[in-house]
């Protein structure tokens, strides 16, 4: 007998997939087939877009329409998928230097636009498919091979920097909270115009070892006890919220989306 | 909802295992364990309340609930 799930939506000839022991990018490629799975999409009309980086890997596994391409410029090759074929649902996966770093202009740019893509943000805090190098979400002080006193940096908040660049749909999940990832997921699929998730995983080959955050287990532990919902936390006393980060759905709202605005100005020349 | 999950039961495909320990640690029942080779096993089979968890947070598809064989 096969997972009911790894059966229907992912290529089991490419399975087990190469990610280390206990890498939390597992747990939300699984959600993001559950939210397609739920949402009854047709796995013919739905495309998935990635750059460079362990978490890119993620389409080699996943049975759908899928592109593998550039560091950083998933957003840019999804852009034109979108463009050329408005119905499909285009889903990028990227991690947090893949997008935040080297990417960084396509994802605010995306996201001003407001096109109708889906960014799903495998956040360790790390390159990991390098080595270990702090990327753009590596906290303050914490290290690096390329940091190995600690890095100066500040780190990103990349659901923050999607809302300020223009996103519709805004959301920061983790891999423990699944959920609430599962619904989020579900809800940035749904959204009709620019949504990031960025859904914060765990990399306890190289992030973990190096910040000394013990074993997957602690490293999940860690994310249960320090994130809590924005809406829960609305309602605790300070104390209770003191170094706690938060997480939920930030932004949700309505607004002209590109590919329909771009098949206005078509329709309006035609005339 | 009962009847459906007295069919269910619990399967692991130890190959794709690899060993993290997180199905294991957030068992709700604590049933679940490590085997002689690092892979988890069932360790109570009647005590498992078929909740799913293991299989949600399993990064490897090398847990989950199926039809009992």
């Known amino acids: 007998m096969n997972h009911p799930l790894a059966e229907g939506f992912f290529r089991m000839e490419k399975l087990p997939h190469i990610w280390c022991p206990g890498c939390g990018h597992g747990i939300i490629m699984a959600s993001i087939a559950r939210a397609i799975d739920k949402l009854g999409l047709d796995k013919d009309k739905v495309c998935i877009v990635s750059g460079i980086g362990c978490s890119s890997r993620a389409p080699g596994y996943m049975d759908f329409n899928t592109l593998h391409t550039t560091h950083g410029r998933a957003l840019a090759f999804a852009t034109g998928v979108k463009l050329a074929n408005p119905e499909l649902e285009v889903i990028v996966i990227a991690g947090d230097g893949d997008l935040s770093a080297i990417g960084g202009n396509h994802l605010i740019h995306a996201a001003r636009r407001n096109i109708g893509l889906t960014t799903i943000c495998f956040n360790n805090n790390i390159y990991g498919m390098t080595g270990g190098q702090y990327s753009p979400t590596t906290p303050t002080s914490e290290k690096g091979t390329t940091a190995p006193y600690g890095n100066i940096d500040k780190p990103f908040d990349i659901t923050q920097l999607a809302i300020g660049a223009g996103a519709t749909y805004a959301a920061k999940t983790t891999a423990y909270h ?22 914060i995983s765990i990399c306890p080959t190289y992030y973990g070892r ?6 997957a287990v ?17 309602k605790l006393p300070p104390e209770k919220k003191e170094g706690k980060f938060l997480i939920g759905e930030f932004l949700n709202k309505v607004e002209p989306e590109y590919t329909e605005q771009y098949d206005k100005i078509i329709a309006q020349l035609k005339k | ?31 679940l364990g490590f085997n002689e080779n690092g892979k988890v096993t069932m360790l109570d089979r009647e005590n498992c309340i078929k909740c799913g968890m293991c299989q949600m947070r399993c ?6 609930l199926g039809g009992k064989e």
């Not at chain 1, 990832?181 to 949504?195: R, T, V, Y």
């Open chain 1, 210 to 215: 190096k910040n000394k955050k013990g074993s």
């Open chain 1, 218 to 234: 602690d490293m999940m532990n860690f994310l249960k006890d320090s994130f809590i919902d924005h809406k829960v936390a609305e």
């Open chain 2, 59 to 64: 990064p490897d598809f090398a847990i989950f």
């Open chain 1, 178 to 199: 699944v959920p609430q990832m599962d619904k989020l997921m579900e809800a940035a699929i749904a959204h009709k115009g620019f949504s990031l998730v960025e859904a």
């Open chain 2, 1 to 31: 909802m009962a009847d459906s999950k007295e069919n269910l039961t619990i399967h692991i495909n130890e190959a794709w295992c690899k060993g993290c320990g997180i199905c294991i640690a957030f068992c709700p029942k604590k049933v």
